[in-house]
């Protein structure tokens, strides 16, 4: 199983981002997607998720961050908005296996500067 992050870089605040992992060697279509982050010096957490069917949840309910999956290229997004300094970090995409997230990918670094 591969999980390929990219789309990282960085911004300044108030701009925008797409994220994408691409997957392999797993029944894709059949997974929970997960984005989560990890920012210097304290734990992963959330930031979203979207079900097989396409149910989506998100951390935050303020909008500024749109999950999405495409089955067809095993790819999964995380289109980020009006990007603040304090969501620097490194985002990681994670794959469901059993109810919960199993397999990770590498990480993308997102840096928003002020």
């Known amino acids: 199983v591969q999980l390929q992050a990219s789309g990282g870089g960085l911004v300044q605040a108030g701009g925008s981002l797409r994220l994408s992992c691409a997957a392999s060697?797993?029944?894709?279509?059949?997974?929970?997607m997960g984005w989560f982050r990890q920012a210097p010096g304290k734990e992963r957490e959330f930031v979203a998720e979207?079900?097989?069917?396409?149910?989506i949840r998100y951390a935050d309910a303020k909008g500024r961050f749109t999950i999405s999956r495409d089955n067809a290229k095993e790819t999964v997004y995380l289109q980020m908005n009006s990007l603040k300094p304090e969501d620097t970090a490194v985002y990681y995409c994670?794959?469901?296996?059993?109810?919960?997230?199993?397999?990770w990918g590498q990480g993308t670094q997102v840096t928003v500067s002020s």
């Open positions: 060697g797993l029944t894709f279509r059949s997974r929970a």
């Open positions: 979207i079900s097989p069917n396409g149910s």
């Open positions: 994670a794959a469901d296996n059993g109810g919960r997230y199993f397999y």
